[in-house]
């Protein structure tokens, strides 16, 4: 049974350009979740998805950063006219809503680095 | 916004030594996860607590839920050189985000 996948895993930008990340969860997990990590850093939560809903985006930056999950496909992070600031490493995590708890299982993370 | 205190920010010890580690946050969480981060990846879930009081093992690592439901702490006994690596604790409260400790790092000297 594959884990979360993510592409690519390390992404290259120049300032002002868009970075694309994709995030598969596992197989029978309906809702997706995004984290960014900084250098020496824990985990920061962005979004919360389930399929063609955003639940929670309380994480996201107001501008420039979007995020969906289609009905059919990956979930994408959307990140325009990246800066500097915005190299990190993103991971995707998936979960299955049960009633005892919510374990979110984390793919191996895409590290984006702006130049 | 909630926060997690997570110590010690490091450790180096030697093989075979048990470990421990701790958080504890200013609110109350429903939730407490333990995570495992090897450079270059994702963390792995190693230990996932619903109740407060409740301790839970997974081979050589035991985790508990504070009864106040603000703290939580982790133990790895009898540790191996491939014990080495960013060990994280995350919290769930009223939402289904987790919000993460910033790390412990262990170093195993063999």
């Known amino acids: 049974n594959a884990g979360v996948m993510q592409n690519p895993r390390h992404l290259v930008r120049r300032r002002g350009q868009e970075a694309r990340l994709r995030c598969s969860p596992m197989?029978?997990?309906?809702?997706v979740y995004w984290y960014r990590q900084l250098p020496e850093e824990g985990l920061k939560f962005m979004v919360y998805l389930q399929k063609e809903n955003i639940i929670d985006e309380s994480g996201m930056p107001k501008e420039r950063f979007s995020a969906e999950f289609p009905k059919e496909g990956p979930s994408i992070l959307r990140i325009q006219q990246v800066v500097r600031g915005d190299s990190a490493a993103y991971f995707c995590?998936?979960?299955?809503?049960?009633?005892?708890?919510?374990?979110?299982?984390f793919g191996p993370g895409t590290r984006l680095t702006v130049l | 916004g909630q926060q997690l205190n997570q110590s010690p920010q490091s450790m180096f010890i030697q093989e075979g030594e048990d470990v421990s580690m701790n958080c504890t946050s200013s609110s109350i969480f429903n939730t407490w996860l333990w995570y495992k981060q090897d450079p270059g990846e994702g963390p792995v879930l190693l230990i996932a607590l619903y109740k407060a009081g409740e301790l839970t093992s997974n081979g050589r690592l035991t985790a508990q839920f504070g009864i106040t439901r603000k703290d939580s702490f982790l133990n790895i006994s009898a540790s191996i050189p491939s014990d080495v690596g960013i060990y994280f604790c995350a919290g769930q409260g009223g939402s289904e985000k987790l919000v993460f400790g910033k790390g412990t790092k262990l170093t195993v000297n063999p």
């Open positions: 197989k029978g997990h309906s809702h």
């Open positions: 995590a998936s979960s299955r809503q049960t009633a005892g708890g919510n374990e979110q299982f």
